[in-house]
Each structure stands twice: as C-alpha cells, then as structure tokens.
C-alpha cells in the first residue's frame, strides 16, 4: 500500500462522500455496515480522512499550465 501512496482501505463495500471546502477535502467511507478503515500495518485510520491541497506546477497541453496535486488519500493514488 506504501508503494502505491494509499493510506488506508475496508473490507466493506462501500461509496465515498467527498468534501470540498477551499483547499481542504473531507473523505467518508459509507457503508450498510460499520467500516473498518485500516492501514497497511493494521492500525486504525480515524474518519474522516482530511487532506490539505499542495499545489505543484507543471505544464499540461489540456490545462493551460496550472495542476493542482492532492497528497495520497484513502483507497486514492497520487498524480505526479
């Protein structure tokens, strides 16, 4: 999971609820049942996950310059 930038994962079927708020985004794992986010070593993963924007620059032929880059988030891979 480390090799591929995740921080966590369930076992549950589930959908993600994600929250945008300026550069700060909320993901919830939602389940029919109660989730069991773990990491890669077993230990608990505290819900919900909040992840910080860095911004990282690179020239795109679709963007016109500008990419914003999260950092890892649960069940996600990083863009670089």
């Keep these: 999971m480390k090799h591929s930038n995740i921080l966590g994962w369930a ?43 860095t911004v990282t620059t690179r020239s795109s032929p679709w963007t016109n310059g500008m990419i914003g880059m999260l950092p890892a988030c649960f069940g996600c891979r990083r863009l670089s």
């Design 11 to 53: 076992q549950q079927n589930h959908f993600l609820v994600v929250e945008i708020d300026g550069k700060t985004m909320r993901v919830t794992p939602l389940s029919f049942e109660p989730m069991n986010v773990v990491s890669s070593d077993g230990s608990p993963v505290s819900l919900p996950i909040t992840i910080t924007q």
